[in-house]
């Protein structure tokens, strides 16, 4: 094996993620209001296709009698576990503020011995195929499973998770309506290994991968309401990964008007923060710098790994943005029956 190669096969281990990244293993916290807001249930699942299986944690708020709810759907960052990562976001306290969904797939080790979203790879960058086809189908089943609007289906992570979100968006957009990108890449920045290396360092192709999946190539005009976070100090995935998100994004939108907020949390982080709107108004894009922030969840709590407390709260705004967003092309008469508590997969508390 080539000395490079060997260096940085050493240094990013099956993903492009350095050490400081990754860090140790994080338990997964104990149930706490944050976790598991009284009245709410935290429930695994697993969901299994032609491209392999994958575990899962859903949120049902306390305020759920079948009614067409919102869903949330939330990938974690590398070494995380759903409890992890929602213990971090505290996005399931926000759920029950709202009274909607929030499922986190779980990467495997058997995928990913770090346990990051494969965004890197070819495959995983395809409709019906790898990772993509596996956490569509999570969504489908949560939306089977449960009276979910289906107008109402977003999707959001952090780092590996974010980039495979922003994959999501390009492959799956009659089911998302907007997505949250924190401290991610763009879908098709990377390909492989050291390809994804080189993006995290300096950006990557704006281009989706895999330029012979003729629905993705049409698909990919088509713009999906997105809100980005990323610290202006992130030493993992450059900030201008950020940008090449939001530039991605436009493709399809080049005549919106932009417009630039600034501010600053009380004893915290100061923020930039970028609207992209249409002609009536409405921002389609939204984009926030972190000034000071690193690679981190921006106004995370303690209780997970990865987070910066000095915020702003970026689940509170990604929520926000969300239920902004219905999805244009879906009406509600769409949803499907709710099938009760079981379903396709395994449900357990």
Known sequence: MPEALRSLLERVNSIGFEPAWRGPGVPSPAPTPELVPAGGQFLAGSYSDQAGSRRYKVYVPSGYHGQAR???VM?????????DFAAGTRMNV???????????PEQSTSANFSKCWNWFSSRDQQRGQGEPSLIAGITRQIMREYSVDPRRVYIAGLSAGAAAAAIMAVTYPD?????G????????AASDLPSAFAAMRQGGALAPRGADNAWVATRYREIVPTIVFHGDQDTIVNPCNGDQVIAQSRVSAADLRTSVQHGQVPDGHAYSRTFYTDASGRAIL????IHGAGHAWSGGGAAGSYTDP???DASR?????????????????????AAGPSGDGSQTH
């Open 286 to 289: 939204e984009q926030w710098v």
């Open 94 to 104: 926000l759920a029950e503020e709202h009274a909607c969904f929030v499922v986190y």
């Open 70 to 72: 919102a869903l949330v």
């Open 181 to 188: 990108v924190h401290s991610g890449l763009a879908c098709g």
């Open 317 to 337: 705004e990604m929520l926000r943005f969300f239920l902004e967003h219905p999805h244009p092309a879906i009406s509600s008469t769409q949803a499907e029956p």
């Open 175 to 179: 089911l998302y309506a907007a997505i």
């Open 310 to 312: 000095r915020g702003p």
């Open 75 to 83: 990938l974690h960052g590398c070494t995380q576990s759903p409890d």
